[in-house]
């Protein structure tokens, strides 16, 4: 008898998920308890090794004491514990981030008598 993981099932019933990332994402968020945070479990889900996430998980899952509203930022807090994985493949900007120097205007100084503040009322 062949075993089939959970995560192969769950790709079958959803189309829209499209790797492994997005099935592993997509079971960390239901198993946290929150699936409306998607994307940030697949971000994570990119970055670290799924062994480790699906232990991490597992360990949140089994504290009794643990709320089920506080599963989510738990688990995020025990990340940093982790090693990321090296070969993950890292964003790129598409342009360079170097701040770019501010440019004066030519007329921002005024002389003070030609600002309206400066002007002298005629009585």
Known sequence: ????????????????LHSAAHVLADDLAHLMGEPK??????GIARRYYESDLRGLARR???KEDL???ARGKYFFA??????????????????????????KKRHAKRKSNRTARN?????
């Open 119 to 123: 002007r002298k009322r005629a009585v």
């Open 60 to 62: 949140v899952r089994e």
């Open 78 to 103: 025990a990340l940093r514990g982790l090693a990321p994985n090296p070969t993950a493949r890292k964003k790129k900007m598409p342009f360079p981030t170097k701040k770019k120097k501010s440019v």
């Open 37 to 42: 945070r998607f994307a940030a479990y697949l």
């Open 67 to 69: 709320p089920m509203d």
């Open 1 to 16: 008898m062949e075993r089939i993981s959970l995560s192969a099932t769950l790709w079958r019933k959803k189309p829209t």
